[in-house]
């Protein structure tokens, strides 16, 4: 079976604190692609990060950092010294071989300020 | 802007009626997905069409449906609606259709309110 899951459901975080979006996938495939995608409260989707089933290597980008593993079928995103406008629903996703995309349920953040 | 068009943004009707959701792809892309976010299944995968063939289906009910045109647009139709179709529906596209990693942009969306 492929599947995702993001076990947090909702998360509240104060301003300027670090976070954590736990994402586990399920794949029979070797050969699979890994995504984070932001929703704002105005309902597109924002590309944040692809990563392949053969790339391990860990990601930094700005205040964005991913880490993958696949002896545990996790891609974890951490956002640092997180801010308001970082308040949005995060969604992790799978795609293999046959192009479709699944998604997980998502993980709606909160920043508070 | 991924450059993959949606109208309308907003779609208001009721229980019964039909309506046509159109996706413009980015220029050049051959496929077209259809992908539907409703609160009780989250964001799911409908269907896919490559250059005006159906390529590849996934949880579309069967009063739904799609093609792709000869200028590369598509449009799904959903008809019989029903208040749980109320959903937000996302067009994605891409360069080609299979076999290894096509990277799919995703449309703004067209939000359907069923009444």
């Known amino acids: 079976a492929q599947k995702v899951t993001q076990a947090q459901t909702e998360i509240s975080v104060v301003e300027k604190e670090d976070v954590t979006l736990d994402c586990v996938y399920e794949?029979?495939?070797?050969?699979?692609?890994l995504f984070w995608y932001k929703q704002p409260p105005s309902g597109e989707l924002v590309f944040l990060i692809r990563?392949?089933?053969?790339?391990?290597q860990n990601e930094i980008s700005g205040r964005y950092s991913w880490n993958f593993q696949k002896s545990t079928s996790s891609f974890n995103f951490t956002i640092t010294a997180s801010q308001v406008v970082d308040s949005a629903v995060y969604f992790c996703a799978l795609m293999n071989r046959d192009d479709k995309i699944i998604f997980g349920k998502g993980t709606r953040l909160h920043i508070l300020p | 802007d991924s450059g993959v068009t949606q109208t309308p943004k907003h779609l208001i009707t009721a229980t019964g009626q039909r309506v046509t959701l159109r996706c413009s792809p980015r220029?050049?892309?051959?496929?077209v997905y259809w992908y539907q976010q409703s609160l009780d299944q989250g964001l799911q995968f409908l269907i896919q069409y490559y250059n005006g063939e159906e390529r590849a289906k996934g949880n579309i009910l069967e009063r739904f449906s799609a093609q792709q045109f000869p200028d590369l647009h598509s449009e799904l139709n959903l008809s019989s609606l029903e208040l749980g179709d109320s959903a937000l529906y996302f067009c994605a596209s891409s360069v080609a259709g299979a076999s290894g990693y096509n990277e799919q942009f995703f449309g703004p969306g067209t939000r359907l309110t069923v009444l």
């Open positions: 794949t029979r495939d070797t050969t699979y692609y």
């Open positions: 990563r392949n089933s053969f790339d391990e």
């Open positions: 220029s050049g892309d051959l496929s």
